[in-house]
């Protein structure tokens, strides 16, 4: 199966490859992996807390050159954007810009799987970081 | 590709017109070649779906299928029973390929079941968290930056002592986690082979997501295993 020259180049040039500091607040890590082929995906964000911006992203994908190229759009994607509005990029807006076939759909999934978990993360901690900073006013 | 036909369905034979069952190479009555039957794999070595299969039997019926398969004894036949003995012999090479091997019999038995497996139905349902080893996937990572780094220092010519016994290690941790996943497997071919409904409906499920975990730990066994040769 050939792959779309989007995908050669995103796997020649990966972008975005690397790794936040996991123990930051402004840090949400999404790791994620398809049981089909057995790819496993790390996806970091790191969000400015005031505007919600995430400013940063990285990540890290052993799998298939598809699983590369999907994580590496993403992080692309999600730069720049709301947390918020990062949440609205669905798998399917992968495919089509990757061209990628059928059988390389779950690919986009894990991509998108991996936004979705990074930003939770980030969530989960920021709250209890502000229940934990008024906890700390309160005192 | 999968077909499932009802194989209860009595089809006439084309020769000697006696109905018979549809999953048979030959006719039990005329003994001559029927056209590739519709049914599954199991049928076309006589037998019901199961897991636990008599391997030595399978290889005996499969030989002797392919005896009276030959081309060779076709060669006066007419242009149909050519075009079948060709047609028959495929089938009955993918299926003795899918069923002698216990991973590949085990996916193609839950299919014919309705579990989707495999990279083609991948993603479909992913809302069930039961698909994802949320516990091997920490470690899968791990060991996969260890890999990196491994071969990275291997290109460079040298090799450290610790990375290399770490993977040493895990390496036969993954190979034990393998025969682990496998047994468990196995205790699951017997509850589907002699399980009534409901067990079997269980039993299912627990192999699709075994298969899951197999497929994972797999792929680190094939990667631990090339970057130390």
């Known amino acids: 199966m050939a792959y779309s020259d989007k995908v050669v180049d995103h796997y020649n040039n990966p972008r975005n490859v690397g790794t936040l500091d996991k123990s930051s607040t402004e840090v949400g890590t999404g790791l994620v992996g398809a049981p089909e082929c057995g790819d496993v995906m790390r996806l970091q964000i790191?969000?400015?807390?005031?505007?919600?911006?995430?400013?940063?992203?990285?990540?890290?994908?052993?799998?298939?050159?598809?699983?590369?190229?999907?994580?590496?759009?993403?992080?692309?994607?999600?730069?720049g954007r709301t947390v918020?509005?990062?949440?609205?990029?669905?798998?399917?807006?992968?495919?089509k810009e990757l061209s990628l076939p059928p059988v390389k759909?779950?690919?986009?999934?894990?991509?998108?799987?991996?936004?979705?978990a990074a930003i939770g993360d980030w969530k989960k901690k920021n709250s209890v970081a502000e229940t934990s900073a008024v906890a700390a006013e309160a005192k | 590709m999968l077909k499932v036909i009802d194989s209860a369905v009595p089809v006439p034979c084309w020769s000697c017109a006696v109905a018979h069952n549809e999953s048979i190479l030959f006719c039990p009555h005329c003994s001559k070649i029927q056209p590739p039957p519709g049914g599954d794999y199991?049928?076309?070595?006589?037998?019901?779906?199961?897991l636990d299969l008599d391997l030595g039997m399978l290889e005996h019926q499969f030989h002797k299928l392919s005896r009276k398969l030959h081309p060779d004894r076709f060669a006066r036949a007419s242009a149909n029973e050519k075009d079948w003995s060709l047609a028959d012999t495929a089938l009955l090479n993918d299926a003795y390929r899918t069923l002698r091997d216990p991973i590949r019999r085990t996916e193609y038995l839950l299919k014919?079941?309705?579990?989707?497996?495999?990279?083609?139905?991948?993603?479909?349902?992913?809302?069930?968290?039961?698909?994802?080893?949320?516990?091997?996937?920490?470690?899968?990572?791990?060991?996969?930056?260890?890999?990196?780094?491994?071969?990275?220092?291997?290109?460079?010519?040298?090799?450290?002592?610790?990375?290399?016994?770490?993977?040493?290690?895990?390496?036969?941790?993954?190979?034990?986690?393998?025969?682990?996943?496998?047994?468990?497997?196995?205790?699951?071919?017997?509850?589907?082979?002699?399980?009534?409904?409901?067990?079997?409906?269980?039993?299912?499920?627990?192999?699709?997501?075994l298969l899951d975990r197999r497929r994972y730990v797999n792929n680190l066994v094939r990667d631990v295993t090339e970057t130390l040769a």
């Not at chain 1, 911006?53 to 052993?62: H, L, N, R, S």
């Not at chain 2, 930056?145 to 610790?162: A, H």
């Open chain 1, 46 to 79: 790191r969000v400015n807390p005031e505007t919600q911006v995430i400013e940063e992203a990285k990540f890290k994908t052993f799998g298939c050159g598809s699983a590369i190229a999907s994580s590496s759009l993403a992080t692309e994607w999600i730069k």
């Open chain 1, 84 to 95: 918020n509005d990062a949440l609205e990029i669905k798998n399917t807006d992968i495919v």
């Open chain 1, 105 to 116: 759909i779950h690919c986009s999934v894990l991509a998108e799987d991996a936004i979705r």
């Open chain 2, 42 to 50: 199991f049928s076309v070595f006589s037998l019901v779906p199961k």
């Open chain 2, 112 to 209: 014919l079941q309705g579990a989707e497996i495999g990279e083609e139905h991948a993603g479909k349902d992913r809302k069930d968290p039961s698909r994802v080893p949320a516990d091997l996937l920490e470690e899968a990572f791990d060991l996969n930056m260890q890999l990196e780094e491994m071969r990275m220092s291997k290109k460079m010519g040298d090799t450290d002592p610790q990375l290399q016994s770490d993977l040493e290690g895990a390496k036969k941790k993954y190979n034990d986690m393998l025969d682990g996943v496998d047994s468990d497997l196995r205790a699951q071919w017997q509850v589907w082979d002699n399980g009534d409904e409901p067990s079997r409906l269980e039993a299912q499920k627990k192999m699709v997501s």
